[in-house]
């Protein structure tokens, strides 16, 4: 008889093996499942926000270039005047720039 219950202690103890191999690997899923949940969640919030601010200077950049074609003179067709003034000079000097150089750096620009 002692022979007989050995191969099934065997058995036994090859069952109580594989439920926690199961058991360990179920966990690893769900440990797997909750961070990928926690990323998604995470990238959401973050392209969100990148989004919000996205949205925020596209805002602002209409806002310029509506300024500055309502201030441009329909004869400068694309060109923006600058004038400086010379230390001690009555007379402005007055030079039309193509709109594509003039650049303003966003910290500069207002918020609205």
Same mark, same amino acid.
Request: hydrophobic share 40%; with cysteine; net charge negative.
């Given at each position: /008889?002692?022979?007989?219950?050995?191969?099934?202690?065997?058995?036994?103890?090859?069952?109580?093996?594989?439920?926690?191999?199961?058991?360990?690997?179920?966990?690893?899923?769900?440990?797997?499942?909750?961070?990928?949940?926690?990323?998604? /969640?995470?990238?959401?919030?973050?392209?969100?926000?990148?989004?919000?601010?996205?949205?925020?200077?596209?805002?602002?950049?209409?806002?310029?270039?509506?300024?500055?074609?309502?201030?441009?003179?329909?004869?400068?067709?694309?060109?923006?005047?600058?004038?400086?003034?010379?230390?001690?000079?009555?007379?402005?000097?007055?030079?039309?720039?193509?709109?594509?150089?003039?650049?303003?750096?966003?910290? /500069?620009?207002?918020?609205?």
């Amino acid at each position: /008889m002692a022979g007989q219950e050995d191969p099934v202690q065997r058995e036994i103890h090859q069952d109580w093996a594989n439920r926690e191999y199961i058991e360990v690997i179920t966990s690893s899923i769900k440990k797997i499942a909750d961070f990928l949940n926690s990323f998604d /969640m995470s990238c959401r919030s973050r392209l969100a926000t990148l989004n919000e601010k996205l949205t925020a200077l596209e805002r602002r950049i209409e806002y310029i270039e509506a300024r500055v074609t309502k201030d441009l003179p329909d004869s400068l067709d694309g060109t923006l005047a600058i004038i400086f003034n010379k230390a001690g000079d009555d007379e402005p000097l007055i030079q039309h720039t193509p709109l594509t150089t003039v650049c303003t750096p966003l910290y /500069m620009l207002p918020i609205f």
